[in-house]
């Protein structure tokens, strides 16, 4: 047989049914010979025999035939197998990763459209409470920022001193101010 035909799907095809089918074979032998085996040896008596002597001896015996017709069977049943996980991991691979290919780029897509109309929504949503109505936009554009004179010019923001680095000026208090003590411990 050449090893390159084994590779291919019916070359592993035809060598797995002719293993199962030798093997199958060979187990079907095996127990026609261990039933022989059994039905001859409860048949024998040898001297010094018991009441169940016979019967266990011809079991003992024919239970190493039935282990070899079960292997066989197992073997069968391994030749189905490697075809199978052949057909499953090598030939039909491809297919199934352009299939999962196929499917993660559709959800990829859905995501993404979902996330773009999820901003368009939350930007409609922030212009609407801006403006205080409906918008005028298209939809998929950018809206505008409000105007200027959205901020007024005397914020009261700015009566107190910014944190570090503001350019307002230090605050003329200190914290002893608010307390009677004036900062002296007891």
């Keep these: 047989m050449d ?4 590779f291919t799907d019916e070359g592993l095809r035809a060598f797995t049914a002719q293993m199962r089918d030798q093997h199958m074979k060979d187990a079907q032998q095996y127990g026609q010979i261990a039933d022989i085996i ?9 001297d010094g025999d ?5 019967k266990l001896r011809a079991w003992k015996v024919s239970r190493q035939v039935k282990a070899m017709q079960k292997a066989s069977e197992g073997a069968a049943s391994s ?9 499953n991991e090598v030939l039909e691979l ?10 993660k780029a559709e959800r990829k897509q859905n995501r ?3 996330a773009g109309a999820a901003v368009a929504k939350s ?4 212009v609407t409470s801006l403006t205080g109505g409906p ?12 105007p200027a004179e959205f901020v007024s010019p005397d914020s009261p923001w700015g009566q107190w001193p910014m944190a570090s680095g503001g350019d307002h000026a230090a605050p003329t208090s200190t914290i002893n101010d608010y307390f009677p003590n004036g900062g002296q411990q007891r």
């Design 3 to 6: 090893i390159n035909q084994l």
């Design 38 to 46: 059994r039905r001859r040896l409860e048949n024998e008596k040898i």
């Design 50 to 54: 018991r009441w169940m002597s016979r």
């Design 79 to 87: 030749a189905e197998a490697l075809y199978a996980t052949y057909r």
């Design 94 to 103: 491809p297919q199934r990763r352009a299939v999962a290919a196929a499917r």
């Design 112 to 114: 993404q459209a979902a």
């Design 123 to 126: 930007l409609e949503k922030s």
């Design 135 to 146: 918008t005028q936009q298209v939809p998929g554009q950018i809206p505008q920022a409000r």
